[in-house]
């Protein structure tokens, strides 16, 4: 979707049937790519263990497809 006065683009995202306006998907796509970020600190991965390469993993491919469209990353 595109914000007509700014130009921006955000993805669309539909959570349970409701798709989230401009600023929910732009929201979304900010709190993923903050989380990834926080994942380069070795303490916070260290208190994940295993779930922070998971955690990297999966929210890599959906950040590539909001960023990408289409499907996850390869």
């Not at 595109?2 to 401009?22: C, H, M, Q, Y």
């Not at 070795?42 to 499907?71: I, K």
Request: charged residues 20%; aromatic residues 6%; hydrophobic residues 40%.
């Amino acid at each position: 979707m595109k914000d007509e006065a700014s130009g921006w683009v955000e993805p669309d995202i539909t959570i349970n049937g409701r798709t989230l306006s401009f600023a929910e998907a732009m929201a979304v796509r900010v709190a993923i790519g903050s989380f990834r970020i926080s994942l380069s600190d070795p303490e916070m991965r260290r208190q994940l263990g295993p779930l922070a390469t998971n955690y990297d993993h999966h929210l890599a491919a959906v950040e590539y497809t909001m960023l990408r469209g289409g499907s996850s990353a390869p």
